[in-house]
């Protein structure tokens, strides 16, 4: 079974507003086009806490600090070419330090900052429902 590693993060500002991204759609991109927190591959060489300053940067538009680990979820599921694959996604509770100018790349359709509540009626995983909520309780 291959194994994949992506990181990614949970990111607010200080109105206690969620950043949530939309993924454009490609021929390259087979996942869920619902709403999501930023992630992404880790890089060779990359570490787990740069991978997710990166990503959330390239698909959130925004540049952030690290508050916290979250627990690393593990999902499993078959590519395009049926192989199995075992995923393992760290995020981080990170804080908004700034926007970058240019916004979010190529890869996001659209980015919103929601309250909680609006977040979790948006996200398209559970998963990351129930991150958000460690996430919300972890600031406050």
Do not use: C, H
């Amino acid at each position: 079974m291959k194994r994949e590693f992506s990181a990614g993060g949970i990111v607010y500002k200080s109105q206690r507003l969620w950043l949530v991204r939309r993924p454009r759609a490609n021929p390259e991109y087979k996942g869920n086009l619902g709403w999501s927190f930023p992630k992404g591959w880790i890089d060779d060489g990359e570490k787990t806490e740069e991978a997710a300053k990166r990503e959330v940067r390239e698909e959130g538009g925004v540049e952030v600090k690290i508050i916290s680990k979250l627990p690393t979820l593990k999902i499993f599921f078959t590519d395009q070419q049926g192989e199995k694959i075992m995923k393992f996604i760290t995020y981080f509770v990170m804080e908004l330090e700034r926007e970058v100018a240019g916004g979010a790349g190529w890869e996001t359709e659209e980015v919103r900052w929601v309250t909680a509540q609006e977040a979790e009626k948006l996200l398209a995983y559970r998963s990351e429902r129930e991150l958000l909520k460690l996430a919300v309780k972890l600031i406050e």
